[in-house]
């Protein structure tokens, strides 16, 4: 892989460290106006601003002009539900039309009407889907993307849903991390029997996705309706005692119902949406040291309140921004409506959402120590934007100014006549 040298760049933009940011660190970023991003056989050599360059040899660099234009770290999308079969557009019309997410889901839509069609999409439809979406995660800057499993909740279904993710792992060079979410609704077959079918979880399916290696986390949607604390609890302890990193979809929908305090005690990696979270929970997650990653365009989506994102950084809390990409709550992977609702809505600082949207993401992924910051040593991820400072990417609201993305030092988009 040759050398590749941007340069020129209006500004260079970066959290740094190799650990979540929380609290009022997240604001700490490093820029450097006409900076510099050097990588070398998928690594970063050097950063730093245009006399820091004048002693770096560049002779055999590819050079990559970036004058006028903003380089972040490649974004990390920490949450996506990505590999699934059919639609559910009718379910959307029906939300604009006044119904809830919740009553829908109570009708046998929602996650149920994804597990039929997931269930009879086959291994080659899932990639020829995955490579669309891919492509579109690289063009909004992302690098690394988290995938659940989830739409299958039976065995088969579940390893084909991971299978398909390893597959794009080998042949596509974003970054996927692949989470086993057996846990993220009660399959048919196991009606009334959640107990039953935690432990179908944990006996059949956990083992299997640990000996073929199919999965780094294990997901389980804690919800009134859906699973339990002490279902979540089992499930999770199980996971961790196989060699799984633990994550949460918690207090998404309904207030009390504790998940945040349980994502607390037991130290998972991340505990995701937290439209609900109580004054304990943010106390608990800070205590835990627990990424609270927040997903506005699902919020968005069902019309539901924010996250209190405000709350939770000025309580100390670190926070990851991510898509929530799914058939139901959320269809979409857009980075720029995402940044507009979090700086607009949800009280953050822009700074604050380019630490969530790198560092932070990386850090609920347990890969802080690899990507997320553009420091030396770290995976050449970059993203290129064409601002000309980081403040324009929610200035210029709803629309996407990413152009190049180098993902493990290779350039996965490029938009024709950006450069
Ligand atoms: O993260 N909340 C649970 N799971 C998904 C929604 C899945 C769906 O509606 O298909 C979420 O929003
Ligand atoms: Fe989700």
């Not at 669309?132 to 800057?141: I, M, N, P, Y």
């Amino acid at each position: 892989m040759a050398r590749i040298l941007f340069k020129n760049a209006s500004e260079v933009v970066t959290p740094q460290g190799v650990t979540l940011q929380k609290g009022a660190k997240m604001a700490d970023l490093l820029v450097i106006p006409g900076g510099f991003v050097l990588t070398k056989d998928g690594t970063i050599e050097a950063v730093g601003d245009a006399k820091a360059l004048e002693s770096v040899d560049v002779t055999d660099c590819q050079v990559i002009d970036c004058t006028g234009k903003t380089i972040l770290p490649g974004l990390v999308d920490s949450h996506t539900h990505f590999i699934f079969g059919g639609y559910r557009e009718n379910e959307f019309n029906w939300r604009l039309n006044g119904e809830s997410y919740v009553s829908i889901m109570e009708r046998g839509g929602g996650i149920s009407a994804t597990t039929t069609a997931t269930r009879a999409t086959d291994l080659d439809e899932f990639l020829a889907l995955g490579r669309k979406r891919l492509a579109s995660f690289a063009s909004h800057g992302v690098t690394t993307v988290e995938g659940k499993s989830g739409y299958g909740l039976d065995l088969e279904t579940e390893l084909r849903q991971l299978e398909a993710m390893a597959r794009l792992n080998q042949e596509h060079h974003i970054r996927i991390v692949p989470t086993y979410m057996g846990a993220h609704d009660l399959p048919p077959e196991f009606k009334g029997r959640p107990d039953e079918y935690i432990d179908f979880c944990i006996r059949e399916v956990m083992p299997k996705v640990r000996a073929k290696d199919l999965a780094v986390f294990c997901d389980i949607f804690t919800e009134r309706g859906v699973f339990d604390l002490a279902q979540t609890r089992r499930y999770l302890e199980a996971a961790r005692e196989m060699g799984f990193g633990l994550r949460m979809h918690a207090d998404e929908l309904f207030e009390g119902f504790g998940g945040a305090e349980l994502a607390g005690a037991l130290k998972t990696s991340s505990a995701d949406h937290l439209l609900k979270i109580s004054e304990a929970g943010i106390a608990a997650l800070e205590q835990g040291g627990v990424c609270a990653t927040l997903l506005p365009l699902t919020a968005f989506s069902i019309k539901a309140d924010y996250a209190p994102a405000r709350r939770m950084i000025d309580a100390g809390v670190g926070v990851a921004l991510a898509t929530d990409m799914n058939p139901g709550s959320c269809y979409s992977e857009s980075m720029p409506l995402l940044i507009a609702l979090s700086t607009i809505y949800m009280g953050m600082r822009m700074e604050e959402v380019v630490t969530a949207l790198t560092l932070n993401g990386a850090a609920a992924l347990n890969l802080a120590e690899e990507t997320g910051s553009l420091e030396v040593g770290k995976r050449a991820d970059v993203a290129v934007f064409d601002v000309p400072n980081h403040r324009f990417l929610t200035y210029h609201f709803g629309v996407n100014e990413c152009v190049l993305t180098m993902s493990g030092g290779r350039i996965v988009h490029q938009r024709p006549g950006a450069f």
